[in-house]
């Protein structure tokens, strides 16, 4: 009985330490996520710059840019616009100026009130005059009643040139802020290549498991090459 209990214990002890001995041999399992995570990398890669696949991607992006250009561009020169597509460029241009929830209001209704925005929680009303030379007096007070109506804190008069003095006087009298709106374009700082990223960021296919390990690095190529 002793020598069967001897003989059991012996092999129960060459059998760990053999388990023991293969366990050390094993590679560690930061090794093993290592190695899968470079395999697979190395993998997204190649699939991602199949010739086929990449000009795909290369159209898609250039359709997306051309009509990032067209939104952020005029038509035609500002003279030459209708006073409705002035307030239509005009309410485009106040976006990057920080505005939001901008509304284009309808003229019958309006007090002379055509734009609605809001900037930093402040309310405002806008009025867009093509030819500031025939604003008068009167206009100038039905907007200021409009900037009520409208429960705004605040009213600006946008321009394509500078108001005369007696003009910008009685406007200040009205608590109306005037702009000029070739001066407001031309102090613009916004980066074009940031406007660019912000606007193609959406589009990027990010649930693919193909294009995720290589977005961040096409998306600085594109930028490169596609830059406004």
Same mark, same amino acid.
């Given at each position: 009985? /002793?020598?069967?209990?001897?003989?059991?214990?012996?092999?129960?002890?060459?059998?760990?330490?053999?388990?023991?001995?293969?366990?050390?041999?094993?590679?560690?399992?930061?090794?093993?996520?290592?190695? !899968?995570?470079?395999?697979?990398?190395?993998?997204?890669?190649?699939?991602?710059?199949?010739?086929?696949?990449?000009?795909?991607?290369?159209?898609?992006?250039?359709?997306?840019?051309?009509?990032?250009?067209?939104?952020?561009?005029?038509?035609?020169? /500002?003279?030459?616009?209708?006073?409705?597509?002035?307030?239509?460029?005009?309410?485009?241009? +106040?976006?990057?100026?920080?505005?939001?929830?901008?509304?284009?209001? /309808?003229?019958?209704?309006?007090?002379?009130?055509? +734009? *609605?925005?809001?900037?930093?929680?402040?309310?405002?009303?806008?009025? /867009?005059?093509?030819?500031?030379?025939?604003?008068?007096?009167?206009?100038?007070?039905?907007?200021?009643?409009?900037?009520?109506?409208?429960?705004?804190?605040?009213?600006?008069?946008?321009?394509?040139?500078?108001?005369?003095?007696?003009?910008?006087?009685?406007?200040?009298?009205? !608590?109306?802020?005037?702009?000029?709106?070739?001066?407001?374009?031309?102090?613009?700082?916004?980066?074009?290549?940031?406007?660019?990223?912000?606007?193609?960021?959406?589009?990027?296919?990010?649930?693919?498991?193909?294009?995720?390990?290589?977005? *961040?690095?096409?998306?600085?190529?594109?930028?490169?090459?596609?830059?406004?």
């Amino acid at each position: 009985m /002793v020598l069967i209990s001897s003989i059991l214990l012996g092999l129960g002890i060459y059998y760990i330490q053999d388990a023991i001995r293969k366990i050390k041999k094993l590679p560690s399992l930061h090794s093993k996520r290592t190695y !899968h995570k470079k395999k697979d990398q190395v993998h997204a890669v190649k699939r991602f710059q199949q010739s086929n696949r990449l000009k795909k991607a290369q159209i898609y992006i250039k359709k997306l840019h051309k009509r990032f250009i067209e939104e952020k561009t005029t038509i035609k020169p /500002v003279e030459l616009m209708t006073e409705y597509e002035l307030i239509l460029y005009y309410a485009k241009l +106040i976006q990057h100026m920080a505005y939001k929830d901008v509304q284009i209001i /309808v003229p019958s209704e309006s007090f002379g009130v055509a +734009i *609605i925005a809001q900037q930093h929680g402040v309310r405002t009303a806008m009025m /867009v005059c093509k030819e500031p030379e025939k604003l008068t007096p009167e206009m100038m007070n039905h907007f200021a009643t409009g900037r009520a109506y409208y429960d705004c804190e605040r009213a600006i008069l946008m321009t394509p040139t500078t108001l005369c003095p007696d003009g910008k006087q009685f406007a200040e009298e009205l !608590h109306i802020t005037c702009w000029n709106m070739k001066e407001k374009e031309e102090q613009l700082t916004y980066d074009e290549s940031e406007a660019w990223q912000a606007y193609l960021d959406p589009y990027l296919i990010k649930h693919d498991q193909d294009l995720k390990q290589y977005a *961040i690095y096409e998306t600085h190529r594109l930028l490169e090459t596609y830059d406004a």
